[in-house]
């Protein structure tokens, strides 16, 4: 049997004697959840639906770093809303992994903009080569990303059937 506790921050984690021997995180969206496991490094989790962001721009303008809001503004208006989603999640998994939460303010890191590939560009009190972010597509309809605190990190993709949870009853 496993054993949990909270972290430092709040964050479950791993407790007794397996304390330490792995990592992991979740996250869920509608239908979709997404699971990440790491037996060597802090990780995080992020999974979305897309959907429309009507204060997408208003948000970036308030919450997050100043190069993230004037790149989502440069943006087609039809492009906007896929990649706030996408940023979203980026910044998500990496706050995910520190285990700080929502209290680390999301203007203190900054990340690439979707489509380009997921990278840490800048982060307060930390340096962003030291990370790997992955770029998820869970499902229609939805968007991820996995953020390992693993310069190199590389991952390892299981899907489990639609019907996988109807199969295995509590």
């Known amino acids: 049997a496993l054993a949990f506790a909270p972290g430092p921050a709040g964050k479950p984690e791993l407790a ?57 503004a440069a943006l087609r208006p039809e492009e906007v809303d896929a990649a706030f989603t996408g940023l979203w999640t ?17 203007d203190h890191l900054a990340l690439t903009l979707p489509p380009a590939p997921p990278r840490l560009v800048a982060i307060v009190g930390d340096d962003p080569e030291a990370w790997s972010l992955h770029h998820l597509e869970p499902g ?5 990303t996995a953020a390992i605190r693993a310069a190199g990190a590389t991952i390892a993709r299981c899907a489990l059937p639609e019907d996988w949870l109807d199969r295995h009853p509590r």
């Open 16 to 72: 007794g004697a397996q304390a330490g021997a792995l990592h992991f995180n979740l996250s869920h969206s509608g239908t979709r959840a997404l699971v990440g496991v790491s037996p060597k490094a802090a990780i995080g989790v992020d999974v979305e639906a897309l959907r429309p962001v009507p204060d997408a721009l208003r948000i970036a303008r308030a919450h997050f770093a100043r190069a993230e809001a004037e790149a989502l």
């Open 90 to 106: 980026r910044k998500e998994a990496v706050v995910k992994a520190l285990g700080a939460g929502l209290s680390l303010p999301l």
């Open 140 to 144: 229609p309809g939805t968007v991820g």
